[in-house]
């Protein structure tokens, strides 16, 4: 039974930091692509960062470069975390963030492209809120 479980949400002033978790059990994420995606009232959703879990190549949507950091930890018994490092965070960053399985590296380079990527998995998301 795959699991995505996010935590971290919060309200947060502007120029505050927030690191975000994502719980992934249940799912082997060798040779995949991991990413954090958002979603504000009203606008599509993006993807904000992307990390592929063979090299630890990570890739940034424009908007959040120089400000978030994706990165990883593998954990024991097939439990693995993904993490959002947010830094300097604007009104603008105000969203449902998600946590994401995608498919493979092209998938990582393409979604923070704001290209369409299919998932094979999603978390139910966590608030960030940012006055």
């Known amino acids: 039974h795959v699991q995505l479980v996010e935590s971290g949400g919060d309200s947060v002033q502007a120029g505050g930091s927030l690191r975000l978790s994502c719980v992934v059990s249940?799912?082997?994420?060798?040779?995949?692509?991991m990413a954090w995606f958002r979603q504000a009232p009203g606008k599509e959703r993006e993807a904000v960062a992307s990390?592929?879990?063979?090299?630890?190549?990570?890739?940034?949507?424009d908007s959040v470069k120089g400000r978030f950091t994706i990165s990883k930890d593998n954990g024991a018994d097939g439990v693995n975390i993904l993490y959002l490092q947010m830094n300097t965070l604007k009104p603008e960053d105000t969203a449902m963030y998600y946590c994401?399985?995608?498919?493979?590296?092209?998938?990582?380079?393409?979604?923070?492209?704001?290209?369409?990527?299919?998932?094979?998995?999603w978390g139910q998301g966590t608030q960030v809120t940012v006055s």
């Open positions: 994401a399985a995608l498919y493979d590296r092209r998938d990582c380079y393409a979604a923070t492209r704001g290209h369409a990527v299919t998932a094979a998995y």
């Open positions: 990390i592929y879990t063979v090299d630890g190549s990570t890739y940034y949507a």
């Open positions: 249940g799912y082997v994420y060798k040779d995949k692509c």
